[in-house]
């Protein structure tokens, strides 16, 4: 079974600082995709960035990057330049060759003025 | 341009008293999702269509069901809501395998 682990559950940067968020899964699939998905609060969930993991490149959205390291199961979120609108659950997601989608439990982020 | 829309936002019921829960998309994506989100949890997958096609999980109470219509629409009925059902729920919406979902801003539930 395929699973999705976030250990670090609350996290806090000062603004303009740069953070890493962790997640790890588990599968014995070649071909997937990975998520991080953003839920600012009472607001609705909405894609950071994602990653195939046929391509080697680390995918890349502005001040939003991952590592992504195929063969440790391990896909960070690395966020440059930390803003306040940046405070949020972060949902670290997998998905392969089904529809379902399986999350992590979450970091919650705090972006410190 | 609200691709996925939720209804209502807030929604209260008593306990045991049937409620439904209402998603409408408008991007025309084939597959569509209905999540349970506790407070400070991840998503949890309750149901999910493929078209036509619906997959219940494994581990979805009886209690819940759910109806697609068509290609925009798509409800979760809860029987009877206990207080355990208390929690927001998620609707979301994507289109082939490996693409990002796009989910509404939730109904939150309360069960009184």
């Known amino acids: 079974a395929q699973t999705v682990t976030q250990s670090q559950p609350e996290m806090s940067v000062q603004e303009a600082e740069t953070v890493t968020l962790s997640c790890t899964y588990d599968t014995s699939e070649n071909n997937y995709y990975l998520f991080w998905y953003k839920q600012p609060p009472s607001r609705q969930m909405i894609l950071v960035i994602r990653?195939?993991?046929?391509?080697?490149q680390n995918a890349t959205e502005n001040r939003f990057s991952v590592n992504f390291q195929k063969a440790a199961k391990s896909f960070s979120l690395k966020i440059s330049d930390s803003q306040l609108g940046d405070t949020a659950m972060y949902f670290c997601?997998?998905?392969?060759?089904?529809?379902?989608?399986?999350f992590g439990t979450g970091t919650r982020l705090k972006v410190l003025a | 341009d609200a691709m996925v829309i939720q209804n209502p936002r807030y929604q209260v019921t008593q306990f045991g008293k049937p409620v439904t829960l209402s998603c409408s998309q408008t991007l025309n994506h084939n597959v569509m999702y209905w999540y349970q989100q506790k407070s400070s949890q991840a998503p949890k997958l309750l149901f999910h269509y493929y078209d036509k096609d619906f997959n219940n999980e494994a581990d979805t109470p009886d209690n819940f069901q759910s109806r697609r219509p068509n290609t925009s629409f798509c409800f979760l009925d809860i029987r009877s809501p206990g207080l355990g059902d208390a929690a927001m729920y998620l609707c979301?919406?994507?289109?082939?395998?490996?693409?990002?979902?796009?989910f509404g801003q939730g109904t939150r539930l309360t069960v009184v």
């Open positions: 997601a997998f998905t392969s060759g089904t529809y379902k989608y399986i």
């Open positions: 990653q195939e993991a046929y391509k080697q």
């Open positions: 979301a919406a994507k289109q082939g395998l490996g693409t990002e979902a796009f």
